[in-house]
């Protein structure tokens, strides 16, 4: 299994530009998370779904969108870059107990540089 | 909402048994207590999850006082491969209560 797929890896955008990050996973998990992770700190969450057609507000969600048409793609939008989005994004799924605070499993990240 | 404070940083040496503690003294009566390790450039991933007593895995323990204020990680004999970032997380499991994540424990260890 792959697990949690993020593309891209890493991206550069200039400020006002938008841009997609994708996320796909393949363990048939209902909840699915966007992270930002910023140098030396914690994971702050932006967005959350519980199910496909479902998703809610996390700690930070501005400047940020989401859609959650099946289960198994959550991905984020970004309307107008700012540098302050400048971060690390995580994506993460977990299993359909319910709750955010059953285990998540994470991808790798996508490093976005916002000029 | 429980608040978690963790050590900023703590070393150890290869072979020993690494034992990081974190703090949650307002944990509520449906909370539990979750570890993850985060590598560098790699997401988080999780170690292992509690409510009471003792929990042990293939990876680590976790052991959690009666009062759960606090609970301690265990990592026995580490490796250099163990050199990880190490949070704490309280929460309930039956909710959609957000997590929140600290800054974590940065566990260096020397050969």
């Not at chain 1, 107990?97 to 499993?105: A, D, K, V």
């Amino acid at each position: 299994n792959a697990g949690v797929t993020q593309t891209p890896k890493f991206r550069i955008l200039k400020i006002g530009q938008s841009m997609t990050l994708q996320c796909t996973q393949d363990m048939n998990h209902n909840y699915m998370y966007w992270y930002r992770q910023d140098p030396g700190m914690g994971l702050k969450l932006i967005y959350y779904s519980v199910g496909a057609g479902i998703t809610d507000k996390g700690e930070v969600p501005n400047g940020y969108n989401v859609s959650r048409s099946t289960t198994e793609d959550f991905p984020l939008r970004l309307e107008l870059a700012a540098p302050s989005q400048t971060s690390v994004y995580f994506c993460a799924s977990s299993s359909s107990g319910q709750g955010l605070n059953q285990p998540q499993h994470f991808g790798d990240g996508t490093r976005l540089s916002i000029l | 909402l429980a608040k978690t404070t963790q050590p900023i940083s703590m070393d150890s040496y290869e072979g020993q048994e690494v034992n990081i503690t974190c703090s949650h003294n307002n944990i509520a009566t449906n909370d539990y207590i979750t570890w993850y390790q985060q590598f560098p450039s790699q997401g988080p991933r999780f170690i292992i999850q509690g409510y009471k007593t003792k929990v042990t895995n293939e990876v680590a323990s976790l052991f959690i006082p009666a009062d759960r204020k606090s609970s301690t990680l265990s990592l026995p004999r580490v490796s250099l491969s163990d050199t990880a970032v190490y949070y704490c997380l309280v929460g309930p499991m039956d909710s959609n209560y957000q997590l929140i994540w600290g800054a974590g424990t940065k566990l260096i260890i020397k050969p």
